[in-house]
T-cell receptor, first 113, second 108 residues
Framework: DAGVIQSPRHEVTEMGQEVTLRCKPISGHDYLFWYRQTMMRGLELLIY????????DSGMPEDRFSAKMPNASFSTLKIQPSEPRDSAVYFCASSSSTAYSYTFGSGTRLTVV | GIQVEQSPPDLILQEGANSTLRCNFS?????LQWFHQNPWGQLINLFYIPSGTKQNGRLSATTVATERYSLLYISSSQTTDSGVYFC??????????FGAGTRLFVKA
């Protein structure tokens, strides 16, 4: 298995633009998580899905952020419009409720200028 | 909400030394994990350990759920152990809350 795959690895965009981050979880995992990591706030859980259904989105900072999981093999995190304070590393992770294997992707480093 | 506190925040070791990292949490949890983030940013799951003790090579972990703490032991440290060690707790299913981490540097 190739692990959790995130794209792009790096994204530089101008303030006000729409940004879409993508994640392919490990096949067979029924949980998917989106995290944001910054120096000031550490690792924050933004939202997580179980069997493609959003379970808890209380960590999503504001309405500019949205996440979808249209099927078991793909999820997106969208920021519209982006702001400089959204600059961070965004991680996707997937897990299996039966096997307790929790795997992170390599992250997307987002810079909003 | 639940608070997760890790100590020490920073640690410098000479290669070959042993160390203990601590994680305290403020409420009952469903599960607890330890992660290592290497200097290139990759996060690796080390242990799922809601209670008891587990060992994996030079690393071992102990969680005492009734007293709300977990310990990560690193023996015979190597330079490749450098990075940040995170404790994360699960509340209400799979909602995961991370501590601020312990930054470890192992000198050759």
């Amino acid at each position: 298995d190739a692990g959790v795959i995130q794209s792009p690895r790096h994204e530089v965009t101008e303030m006000g633009q729409e940004v879409t981050l993508r994640c392919k979880p490990i096949s067979g995992h029924d949980y998917l998580f989106w995290y944001r990591q910054t120096m000031m706030r550490g690792l924050e859980l933004l939202i997580y899905f179980n069997n493609n259904v959003p379970i808890d989105d209380s960590g999503m900072p504001e309405d500019r952020f949205s996440a979808k999981m249209p099927n078991a093999s793909f999820s997106t995190l969208k920021i519209q419009p982006s702001e400089p304070r959204d600059s961070a590393v965004y991680f996707c992770a997937s897990s299996s409720s039966t096997a307790y294997s929790y795997t992170f992707g390599s992250g997307t480093r987002l810079t909003v200028v | 909400g639940i608070q997760v506190e890790q100590s020490p925040p920073d640690l410098i070791l000479q290669e070959g030394a042993n160390s203990t990292l601590r994680c305290n949490f403020s409420d009952s949890v469903n599960n607890l994990q330890w992660f290592h983030q290497n200097p290139w940013g990759q996060l690796i799951n080390l242990f799922y350990i809601p209670s008891g003790t587990k060992q994996n090579g030079r690393l071992s972990a102990t969680t005492v759920a009734t007293e709300r703490y977990s310990l990560l032991y690193i023996s015979s440290s190597q330079t490749t152990d450098s990075g940040v060690y995170f404790c994360a707790v699960h509340t209400g299913g799979f909602k995961t809350i991370f501590g601020a981490g312990t930054r470890l540097f192992v000198k050759a």
